[in-house]
Structure formats: structure tokens, C-alpha cells
Nanobody, 121 residues
Framework: QVQLVESGGGTVQAGGSLRLSCVAS????????MGWFRQGRGKERDFVAR????????DYADSVKGRFTISRDNANDTVYPDMNNLKSDDTGVYYC??????????????WGKGTLVTVSS
């Protein structure tokens, strides 16, 4: 069993930056790909970014390419998205996810409880 705990959500103005964190704990937690999904009000939970456990492969949704950077610290079982030039469309609950690569939504084995990001215009 793996537990994922997110932090770092909050309210930021459009154009601003925010860094989320997700700490994983449990058996084999650092062997999984990790990533982030988000869910806006009344919307589906959509893929944002993912990184494999060797940190060789990363992937991003088209909507965040060039603005978000995902990284992970395997020594501390933590994954970060650095989110820059935030837009109102980035508003939503951000969920940390872990599972086998390529970590599509159907591949997710573990979910965090989510952290809310609000981008004000």
C-alpha cells in the first residue's frame, strides 16, 4: 500500500507561480511512476504531468507544456510540479497519482486526496 499526501495548494493571481508537493510513503513507493491530474468544477479529472521513477521520462498535457515542470526527489519520495504563468483554466483540485508507467488515468494505482489551486484573474 502506498499513501500520497499533497500540499502547496492555494490562491494565486493569474501569471503567478506555485509549487505543489506530494510525499509518498509505503512499500515500494519509489518504484512507481508519479504524476498529477486535476479536476475543475464540473469537469473530468484530467492528466497534467507525469514522470517515471528513474526520472528519465516526463510527459505533459498540451495545455501546460512550457509552463509546468515536473520533478521528483527519490531520496525523499517526493514529486513536485513547478507551475508558472498560471491561468484561470488551471484552477482545480490537483491530485497526486502513482502507478506503472505510462500512468494514464487507467494505470493509476494510488491517488492522493487532492489540493485546491485557485487562479484569480
Amino acid at each position: 500500500q502506498v499513501q500520497l499526501v499533497e500540499s502547496g495548494g492555494g490562491t494565486v493571481q493569474a501569471g503567478g507561480s506555485l509549487r505543489l508537493s506530494c510525499v509518498a510513503s509505503g512499500r515500494h513507493s519509489n518504484a512507481y511512476a508519479m504524476g498529477w491530474f486535476r479536476q475543475g468544477r464540473g469537469k473530468e479529472r484530467d492528466f497534467v504531468a507525469r514522470i517515471n521513477w528513474r526520472r528519465i521520462m516526463t510527459d505533459y498535457a498540451d495545455s501546460v507544456k512550457g509552463r509546468f515542470t515536473i520533478s521528483r526527489d527519490n531520496a525523499n519520495d517526493t514529486v513536485y510540479p513547478d507551475m508558472n504563468n498560471l491561468k484561470s483554466d488551471d484552477t482545480g483540485v490537483y491530485y497526486c497519482a502513482a502507478g506503472p508507467w505510462p500512468l494514464r488515468r487507467v494505470d493509476v494505482t494510488y491517488w492522493g486526496k487532492g489540493t485546491l489551486v485557485t487562479v484569480s484573474s
